[in-house]
């Protein structure tokens, strides 16, 4: 796999989980925007030091997703550490989140982009593609 390809499958996959994320919101459906409507009814609003808590690890999360990403498509070797760090968090942070809905097609999205960032984590340790990650420029 070329340095370039990689680069591109690091961009599909977060072009498809940002699409993902937005899908349903873009594309609404009547039926998914009635359960929106319904969660907002039954979920407890977050107020006060919980929604700047919130919000502080929404804003570390974002700013470790992009610093990751960019070290990835620089092949910095900080840059899989944060990278898999980031998705281990994000697995262990799932329960917390309360309910999510998504439509068919923005989960279709969604596992697809979680596959590839599988696929990305196997290649940028257990492959050829590893090396260019312990190279020195």
Known sequence: MTKNQYRTL?????????????YDY???DPITDQV???IIEIEPEIEGTELVVAGSLAVVAIIMALVSVIGLLLFKSWARHV???????AF????????????????????ISMVLSGVLLALMYYSPVARYYEQKI
């Open 10 to 22: 690091i961009i599909v996959s977060l072009g498809i989980g940002l699409l993902s994320g937005v």
């Open 26 to 28: 873009i594309w609404s």
């Open 36 to 38: 929106f409507d319904y």
């Open 83 to 89: 990278y898999a760090a980031g998705f281990v968090a």
């Open 92 to 111: 262990t942070l799932y329960p917390f989140m309360g309910i999510t809905v998504y439509g068919g097609f923005s989960q279709v999205l969604y596992e």
